[in-house]
């Protein structure tokens, strides 16, 4: 077990993840669990910190994804997901007793795979249509001990080229979010364009959407719903309506994020339709040649 440092191995930690913002250790399950259900790059940073800052609703982090986990573990010294769950439920689970998690798709598949590697072998390969909503649920109860009482916030992008766009930029630069002296860090590689990728995660980002979808509907529940356009349209009002859901009537707290969209991601986003335009006429013109050599 390591002290608490403001790095772990070589990267600087966002604040939010130290032993600073740890709670009064907590003595049991947590009243309740806010799981914001989501996807990178749609802002959940920055609805996360709302949160927070508000008060009396726990920290959202992505405590069970592999940006977060390894130095959370590290510094409470848990080398197993049992020792680590009941670490992020002591010292995360807020005074109220509320427990407040982000969490991706794929997150909810490997915690699953590492609670019980048998019962759900091949989830991550079946598209959501492919899906029963008993696998949903199954799955809804193998996670209900980490997860106790759960409400649910769906928040997506519906700009799913600029997603992408921006996912490709922060996993190559290793930016992941901008505030003015926490985490602070150069850049370690320029994004390089790569066409197929981005269309990877555009389908990536469709297939992990299609799945939250289907576990609500199989969960029978309604979760708030809001999306990264909302935030940056209105964030005073979006998340004011966030926080009246959860039963706060606390004022939507300052932002403390930077913007980290640039004109490089606007010149990305023109040359990627470019491209798959030209390709598409590519593609279009080969079978309009193939259907003459066959006449």
């Given at each position: 077990m390591t002290s608490d440092v403001a790095t772990f191995a070589g990267r600087k930690l966002y604040d939010l993840a130290t032993a600073q913002h740890d709670y009064p250790a907590w003595d049991g399950a947590p009243r309740k669990t806010i799981l914001i259900c989501t996807h990178q790059r749609s802002g959940s940073t920055l609805l996360g910190e709302?949160?927070?800052?508000?008060?009396?609703?726990?920290?959202?982090?992505?405590?069970?994804?592999?940006?977060?986990?390894?130095?959370?573990?590290?510094?409470?010294?848990?080398?197993?997901?049992?020792?680590?769950?009941?670490?992020?439920?002591?010292?995360?689970?807020?005074?109220?007793?509320?427990?407040?998690?982000?969490?991706?798709?794929?997150?909810?598949?490997?915690?699953?795979?590492?609670?019980d590697p048998t019962r759900f072998p091949d989830l991550a390969d079946r598209s959501p249509d492919d899906t029963a909503p008993e696998t949903y649920r199954g799955l809804a109860t193998l996670l209900a001990p980490i997860f106790p009482a759960p409400t649910y916030i769906h928040l997506a992008r519906r700009d799913r080229l600029r997603q992408a766009?921006?996912?490709?930029?922060?996993?190559?630069?290793?930016?992941?979010?901008?505030?003015?002296?926490?985490?602070?860090?150069?850049?370690?590689?320029?994004?390089?364009?790569?066409?197929?990728?981005?269309?990877?995660?555009?389908?990536?980002?469709?297939?992990?959407?299609?799945?939250?979808?289907?576990?609500?509907?199989?969960?029978?529940?309604?979760?708030?719903?809001?999306?990264?356009?909302?935030l940056a349209a209105d964030y005073q009002l979006t998340v004011?309506?966030?926080?009246?859901?959860?039963?706060?009537?606390?004022?939507?707290?300052?932002?403390?994020?930077?913007?980290?969209?640039?004109?490089?991601?606007?010149?990305?986003?023109m040359r990627y339709l470019r491209e798959r335009a030209a390709r598409a006429a590519t593609v279009h013109g080969d079978r309009i040649m193939k259907r003459n050599a066959i006449s």
């Open positions: 709302a949160i927070h800052f508000a008060g009396g609703l726990g920290c959202p982090l992505e405590y069970f994804h592999g940006g977060f986990r390894p130095s959370l573990a590290d510094r409470w010294g848990t080398p197993d997901l049992g020792s680590y769950t009941r670490a992020v439920t002591r010292f995360r689970t807020d005074p109220s007793g509320t427990l407040s998690v982000k969490i991706f798709w794929r997150d909810m598949v490997e915690l699953a795979n590492e609670l766009i921006s996912a490709v930029a922060a996993s190559e630069s290793g930016l992941w979010r901008s505030i003015p002296n926490v985490g602070e860090q150069e850049p370690r590689a320029e994004p390089q364009f790569d066409l197929d990728r981005i269309e990877r995660l555009i389908g990536y980002s469709d297939y992990c959407h299609g799945h939250w979808d289907n576990f609500f509907a199989a969960l029978g529940v309604a979760p708030h719903r809001v999306t990264y356009e909302q004011a309506n966030v926080l009246l859901y959860l039963g706060s009537d606390a004022p939507p707290p300052p932002v403390r994020m930077r913007r980290q969209a640039t004109d490089r991601n606007e010149a990305v986003v």
